[in-house]
């Protein structure tokens, strides 16, 4: 063993022979504290590692933060072992080095890999800590934060169909940075966000403690929930209550243009939406398209639901609630839950379930140079305020524009805004997602 450990750390100190000082102390610090010697070679990545690039990239979702002026970490580490995230945690105090943790790599803002101050960083990327188990008999599940929120449909809808987890719809999520965040998806209105829906999770602390909820103490169970996980410890793993869905729901998509009346329906939207039963989940996305008939631009809303139930139920529903939008059989398709994420984020209807795996897509939204905000709603917006908004879509910098609103209600009005650090709860009518690239 012991010759071994020399050989690694003369081949890694010849791979940092030109790297700045912190780094090497770093590397000198970690290699003492690692158990298994061989691991450090195989986990750590220095700036003169071929692979550095490709694992900082692997999941970097928003190219913004990726380009060459953008800061990059001294060393990233792919820990297999909480130990390896200990000893990150001891050397990053030890040689002052600030720690970045990334599950997903999603953060609109490159938070788990890049840095907006001047200041040599660490991180620590949980791609390889992503098991998913599943109690099917208990309804819960531990997952850890390294898997993708796809990987845990996936797993969940191998074991029963009706049985769900209320987190995003963008599938490649980290669960990592979306459970600490809030993370609200298809069934927002029925259980609330994916955090209301945490029962437990263990968690390293600043002292290299491994805590869970009863030793960590309700406040800092609370703060992960919502507040963002960073600001608190790395969490490695999360136990989750999962919650009953039926067997088969109901998705339509209903596009209409502003030569369709889109400007009247957007605007009635917002007055039946966030009143709608629990089990319908209804968005809209609006972006410019070309009109069919003379190619001019023009604005298209696409009305979006999934219904937890059957089509039979859902048409009279929406014949009662929405006339306007005129839903008819044929706009409605039947699939499992975990499918219909899927479908909300365009995937044709059939493909292989197997497509939750997929963590590293090309999506409307995923791997892509985008600047993206959000904004919640409490009053409707008068139709003159649309007409308004759209000239602004047809700017050559709005070419890829895209506004979401997402109607809330439901659940999420009977959760004070104090039960978690996530605070948009009763009173807001929807939320917009603008994103632009
Ligand atoms: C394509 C796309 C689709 C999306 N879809 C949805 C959606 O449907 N619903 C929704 O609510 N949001 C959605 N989001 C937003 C997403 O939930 C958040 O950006 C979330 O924080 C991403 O988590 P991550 O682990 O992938 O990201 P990361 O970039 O890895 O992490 C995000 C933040 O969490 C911290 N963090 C990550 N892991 C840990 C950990 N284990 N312990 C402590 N802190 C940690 C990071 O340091 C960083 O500050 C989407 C974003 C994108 C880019």
């Excluded at 200041?119 to 934060?145: C, H, M, Q, Y």
């Excluded at 089990?279 to 001019?296: A, L, Q």
């Excluded at 700017?395 to 009005?413: C, L, N, P, Q, T």
Aim: charged share 20%; with cysteine; hydrophobic share 40%.
């Amino acid at each position: 063993m012991f010759p071994f450990l020399i050989v690694v750390l003369f081949s890694l100190s010849w791979k940092i022979s030109d790297s700045t000082q912190p780094a090497e102390e770093f590397l000198h610090c970690l290699s003492l504290r690692f158990h298994n010697s061989s691991s450090i070679s195989e986990l750590v990545y220095t700036q003169h590692n071929s692979s550095y690039s490709s694992v900082l990239k692997s999941s970097t979702q928003n190219f913004r933060l990726s380009t060459p002026s953008t800061p990059t970490p001294l060393v990233i580490i792919t820990p297999l072992h909480a130990s390896h995230i200990q000893a990150t945690v001891h050397c990053c105090k030890k040689h002052g080095l600030q720690l970045r943790i990334r599950s997903g790599g999603h953060d609109f803002e490159g938070l788990s890999y890049t840095t907006t101050y001047e200041v040599p960083f660490v991180v620590i990327d949980l791609l390889n800590l992503r098991s998913v188990r599943i109690n099917v008999e208990k309804g819960t599940a531990w997952v850890e934060s390294g898997a993708t929120v796809g990987e845990l449909y996936y797993e969940i809808a191998k074991r029963s169909r009706t049985l769900a987890f209320p987190a995003g719809i963008g599938h490649t999520v980290g669960v990592g940075g979306h459970l600490s965040g809030g993370g609200f998806g298809l069934l927002f209105r029925k259980y609330g966000l994916a955090a209301d829906n945490v029962i437990d999770s263990r968690l390293i602390d600043v002292k290299e403690r491994i805590l869970d909820r009863k030793s960590m103490g309700e406040d800092l169970f609370w703060a992960i929930r919502g507040g963002g996980g960073s600001s608190f410890g790395v969490v490695l793993a999360w136990k989750l209550n999962l919650v009953a869905v039926p067997a088969i729901v109901t998705v339509f998509t209903v596009s209409k243009t502003l030569e369709q009346n889109a400007t009247k329906l957007v605007h009635r939207w917002q007055y039946i939406a966030h009143k709608l039963p629990k089990e319908i989940h209804m968005s809209i996305g609006i972006s410019r398209v070309k009109s069919n008939e003379n190619e001019k631009m023009t604005i298209q809303a696409s009305f979006r639901a999934v219904f937890l139930g059957s089509i039979d139920e859902l048409l009279p529903l929406m014949e009662e609630k929405f006339p306007q939008l005129g839903i008819v059989k044929e706009d409605c398709f039947e699939m499992g839950w975990a499918e219909s994420n899927l479908y909300s984020t365009q995937f044709p209807i059939g493909v292989p379930l197997e497509t939750l795996l997929n963590g590293n897509r090309k999506s409307i939204l995923s791997k892509l140079f985008f600047k993206a905000k959000s904004d919640y709603v409490k009053q409707p917006i008068p139709e003159t305020t649309f007409e308004g908004l759209w000239p602004k879509f047809y700017k050559e910098e709005a070419k890829s524009a895209i506004m979401v609103f997402v109607a809330y209600g439901g659940k999420m009005d009977e959760i004070l805004e104090t039960e978690t650090p996530f605070p948009h709860r009763a009173g807001n009518i929807f939320i917009i997602l603008y994103m632009v690239d």
